[in-house]
């Protein structure tokens, strides 16, 4: 190796610093970021801004969120959900604008006994309604290690995706009479909380305070710039992923749920 580097022209090597320095700023920095907004220090920057937890015990959870507000974006961040014995602890990764009419695009991590599954709670909000609930199972273990999640917000649609599978689209149905959100900048939103009200089991199981603190940790948070997303949408091979997730691993969809829509599933279930 060091014989090889001495061979390579001054010029050529001040090129790979560059190139390396270049990629390096690319990748998200949580001091540069985010901010954290509760929590205190339970929640924790690592490594020079590489890495960030959050942590639960039982007087409070933690929380972060981003500097910049957002009008469409594509966020990916990678998340280690709380390992062993996290049931009754929700772990929210999600954008949302402010106000009685806000949207709000959600990722919920339920937590679980151990070795039960965690359960992948999203919604979608409109000008202040939500009540769009899919959930879904993993087909992996989120706590073992790092897995990437990420939001794709543009004016087409909405796109929910793991490890670069998408698991839930929304389409932009507005000229069929269905709200999309596209006029409110969202901001980026994290945090660890205790919700052993409803989170495990429908609220069966409670935290056990015996293994706090809990922790989740975050790295390589990537804000992609614009022209790489703003016009994308699934194509053949992204409609076949999603229905592979939603025919394996889905355990709720509210278009499906006629005891809560008597009179029929929302608009946009029908259009879909
Ligand atoms: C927890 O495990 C139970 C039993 O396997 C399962 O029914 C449930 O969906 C799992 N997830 C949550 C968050 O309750």
Not at 2 to 11: E, N
Not at 71 to 83: E, G, T, Y
Not at 86 to 93: H, K
Not at 164 to 181: A, C, D, M, W, Y
Request: net charge neutral.
């Amino acid at each position: 190796m060091t014989t090889l580097i001495t061979k390579v022209p001054i010029g050529f090597l001040s090129l790979l610093l560059i190139i390396t320095i270049a990629t390096k700023a690319a990748a998200g920095n949580f001091y540069q970021d985010f901010e954290v907004t509760w929590g205190d220090n339970r929640a924790k920057i690592f490594n020079g801004g590489q890495l960030l937890t959050l942590s639960l015990d039982r007087a409070s959870g933690s929380g972060f969120r981003s500097k910049n507000e957002y009008l469409f974006a594509k966020l990916d961040m990678q998340i280690k959900l709380v390992p062993g014995n996290s049931a009754g602890t929700v772990t929210t990764y999600y954008l949302s604008s402010l106000g009685g009419t806000h949207d709000e695009i959600d990722f919920e991590f339920l937590g679980n006994l151990s070795g039960d599954p965690y359960i992948l709670h999203t919604n979608v909000f409109t000008q202040g309604k939500g009540n769009r609930e899919q959930q879904f199972y993993l087909w992996f273990d989120p706590t073992a290690d790092f897995h990437t999640y990420s939001i794709l917000w543009n004016p087409h649609n909405i796109i929910f995706s793991v490890d670069g599978t998408p698991i839930r689209e929304f389409k932009n149905l507005e000229s069929r009479g269905v709200p999309f959100p596209k006029n409110q900048p969202m901001r980026l939103y994290s945090s660890l909380w205790n919700a052993d009200d409803w989170a495990t089991r429908g609220g069966l199981v409670k935290t056990d305070w015996a293994h706090a603190p809990f922790t989740a940790s975050y790295r390589n948070f990537n804000a992609p710039p614009a022209q790489s997303w703003m016009g994308q949408s699934l194509d053949s091979t992204g409609l076949a992923r999603i229905h592979w997730v939603q025919r394996n691993y889905m355990i709720y969809n509210y278009c499906t749920d006629l005891k809560r829509f008597p009179q029929g599933p929302p608009l946009e279930c029908s259009l879909a």
